[in-house]
């Protein structure tokens, strides 16, 4: 698929759900993609894109930027506490914080920085042990925690298992983020974005369908 044909369909997607157009940012996965599949999408005006790993987004975005500065970057993958720094100085969001050590090191980042990038609470909807996320039973209490430490906290974000129904979670997802006064919900991939949007994703994580294929070789 092409930039076009994804965003043709986010744009029907929310026509469906009578929602505003445009009320759905798209987040062009570019980990692992080679430079030039990334400066393709740029020179097509695209803004936001999400990389998994800081020391990876550290080698190619400040370039980009240079030339494109206008684009935002967004970490989707998981921060461990020690690149809290980085992550603060080079992303415009964070969709993944998921315990109190690393929201108390962020905010203290932000406070020392003096920036904030946006940040997205990872709920483990389906309680999977080898996935980040906070457990459902527990996440009013940590966005508590999260907002008390006066981190920006805009939404939740969710990764569904992946032999369930993807809308139950963005479901459950939804209904977390609602009840807590969040209105940003990162949630929806390649697969199920148009699902994640009739269910109200602020923003979709779409890489393989922009870029193609991985090779991790």
């Known amino acids: 698929m092409t930039l076009g044909i994804i965003n043709s369909k986010i744009k029907q997607a929310e026509e469906s759900a009578g929602r505003p157009i445009g009320s759905t940012q798209l987040v062009a996965v570019s980990k692992v993609q080679p430079n030039e599949r990334v400066l393709n999408i740029l020179k097509q005006e695209h803004t936001i894109f999400g990389e998994n790993k800081v020391q990876e987004a550290q080698g190619k975005w400040p370039a980009f930027r240079e030339q494109f500065p206008d684009s935002k970057v967004h970490l989707i993958g998981p921060l461990q506490s020690n690149k809290v720094k980085q992550a603060v100085a ?30 997205f609470i990872q709920v483990n909807t389906g309680e999977e042990k080898q996935k980040s996320g906070i457990v459902p039973n527990e996440a009013d209490q940590f966005i508590s925690d999260c907002i008390s430490l006066d981190l920006p906290i805009v939404g939740l974000m969710v ?47 779409v890489g393989s369908a922009i870029f193609g294929e991985r090779d991790y070789s």
């Open 90 to 119: 080079l992303f415009d969001a964070i969709h993944t914080v998921d315990r109190l050590k690393l929201a108390q090191k962020l905010s203290n980042e932000v406070q020392a920085q003096g920036k904030a990038p946006e940040i």
């Open 159 to 205: 990764i569904p298992p992946i032999n369930e129904e993807p809308s139950l979670h963005f479901g459950l997802l939804r209904k977390i983020a609602h009840r807590n006064g969040l209105s940003g919900l990162s949630m929806g991939m390649s697969s199920d974005f148009e699902s994640a949007i009739a269910m109200g994703a602020t923003h979709i994580r």
